[in-house]
Nanobody
Framework: QVQLVESGGGLVQAGGSLRLSCAAS????????MGWFRQAPGKEREFVAA????????YYVDSVKGRFTISRDNAKNTVYLQMNSLKPEDTAVYYC?????????????????WGQGTQVTVAS
């Protein structure tokens, strides 16, 4: 099993920045890709960003390209999501996820482990 714990959410004004962190523990050697998803009230969970095991390859949903950056520190078993130029429509619960799949999975059913989520609220 792999445990994931997110942190770094909060309330920020539009145009501001937040950095989310996700610390993994347990059988982390079994994890390849790491990703971030989000779920706004009344909406389905959506893919935000993912990173390959090495961090050399990343992929983003179009709505966050150029504003969000995913990175990972494998020595610390931690993945980050730097969010800049935040917009009110970025408001959601953000979830960290870990996948045993190779490549950069973008569908939630490709991820094996999930964190509890952290709330991000962007005020206009």
């Amino acid at each position: 099993q792999v445990q994931l714990v997110e942190s770094g959410g909060g309330l920020v004004q539009a145009g501001g920045s937040l950095r989310l962190s996700c610390a993994a523990s347990g059988r982390t050697f079994s994890v390849n890709a790491m990703g971030w998803f989000r779920q706004a009230p009344g909406k389905e969970r959506e893919f935000v960003a993912a990173s390959s095991r090495s961090g050399s390859r990343t992929y983003y949903v179009d709505s966050v390209k150029g504003r969000f950056t995913i990175s990972r520190d494998n020595a610390k078993n931690t993945v980050y999501l730097q969010m800049n130029s935040l917009k009110p429509e970025d408001t959601a619960v953000y979830y960290c996820a870990a996948s045993q799949a190779t490549g950069i999975p973008t569908h939630s059913n490709q991820y094996n482990y999930w964190g509890q989520g952290t709330q991000v609220t962007v005020a206009s």
